[in-house]
Each structure stands twice: as C-alpha cells, then as structure tokens.
T-cell receptor
C-alpha cells in the first residue's frame, strides 16, 4: 500500500546527543514536510522540501536539520542545540502536480528526553 | 496574517448530537481548506476539504460550511458517534507559486462524544 512510514515510533535522546528520525514515502510525492506537535499547540512546521536536494526552513527550524537526497526520503535530525525536543514529530508529503491533493501524514515519532 | 484561529479548544457532545468546530482566517489568498482528524498516537488523516469558491461541502455525516466574506469556515458532524472522539484540525493552504503550497493549521479541537 502507498503511504508514509516514520521510524522509530518511540525515541529517547540523551543530553548532548543528536538523533535522526526517518521518513519514507512511496506516494511519488515531490513535496515533504516535518511538523512538531505539542499539546494545545497544533502542528508547527519545522522544515519542508519541494524537490530533491532543496529544502527550506519552516517556523521553528532552530535546533533541527534535514536532508533530501532522494525523492522518497526526508530524514530529520534533532540536534543537541534543540533544548526542548520532547514532542510528537510528524512527517507529511504532497503532490504539487494536483492542486486538490492534500498533505498525507505518517503516524509520527514520539521523542522523549532520558 | 498567516494564522488560522480554531475554536473551541475542547468539545463534549452527546451521542446523536451535532458537533460544530469553527475556524477563522485573515489571508484571503488561501486557496484550499482541509479538515484533519487525529486519533491518539496516530498522524492526522484528511477528513474533508473545500475550496473558497464553494459555500458548502457534505460527505456523509461531515459538512464544511464556508463563509468567504466573513473569512470563516466550520465543520459540522451530524449524528455524532463515540467513534468520532478525536482531535480535529482545520487548515488553510498558501497558494502554490512563490510560497510553497504549505498548510497553516489551527491549534485543534478535542472532541469527546459521550454514549
């Protein structure tokens, strides 16, 4: 089935550690997105990528980094500079060729501090 | 202004009742307004969406009402069921072109439907 796969489902980070969250899609979508979800805050955009080898900062990019080397993959690294990383992280993708196509989401990765 | 304001923050409805969630926006350039449903531990899933040239869209028990002049849109869930208990997000899309087709989300409404 086509969809978005995020892994791992749960992740724990130690002080000073960088961790990488995986996002893979087989929907042949050009655009991919990373959101952070905190209780009562809705979804806030971290980074997005419209095409391979190009990405842009969203509203809360500080302390995060991404890469887009393949169309299917858009990993997010939470660096040690992100002082409050505990949250639910969601990856999404969309087709830019169909204007009525929505963003499709994965089932998220919950990151906690050890 | 790139904000979408959603209310209420939480909602309790009896089984069989109507659930109503409201959203308001400022940017008249938004070109697409989806609603997402999210269950605990899962990602949001598209529920229903509308374009600004349509005033109402209905899919089963779910209806979007869109008031372009007031810059408001709302989700109505008819005959609400306990299985509808979830968090609902409205969103508005920045048009494709220079600004990416990104979505701006409301902060969500937690709906509880009591049996």
């Amino acid at each position: 089935d086509g969809g978005i796969t995020q892994s791992p489902k749960y992740l724990f980070r130690k002080e000073g550690q960088n961790v990488t969250l995986s996002c893979e899609q087989n929907l042949n979508h050009d655009a991919m997105y990373w959101y952070r979800q905190d209780p009562g805050q809705g979804l806030r955009l971290i980074y997005y990528s419209q095409i391979v080898n190009d990405f842009q900062k969203g509203d809360i990019a500080e302390g995060y980094s991404v890469s887009r080397e393949k169309k299917e993959s858009f990993p997010l690294t939470v660096t040690s500079a992100q002082k409050n990383p505990t949250a639910f992280y969601l990856c999404a993708s969309s087709s830019r060729r169909a204007s009525n196509q929505p963003q499709h989401f994965g089932d998220g990765t919950r990151l906690s501090i050890l | 202004q790139q904000q979408v304001k959603q209310s209420p923050q939480s909602l309790i409805v009896q089984k069989g009742g109507i659930s109503i969630i409201n959203c308001a926006y400022e940017n008249t350039a938004f070109d697409y307004f989806p609603w997402y449903q999210q269950f605990p531990g899962k990602g949001p899933a598209l529920l229903i969406a509308i374009r600004p040239d349509v005033s109402e869209k209905k899919e089963g028990r779910f209806t979007i009402s869109f008031n372009k002049s007031a810059k408001q849109f709302s989700l109505h869930i008819m005959d609400s069921q306990p299985g509808d208990s979830a968090t609902y997000f409205c969103a508005a899309r920045i048009p494709y072109g220079g600004s990416q087709g990104n979505l701006i989300f409301g902060k969500g409404t937690k709906l509880s439907v009591k049996p």
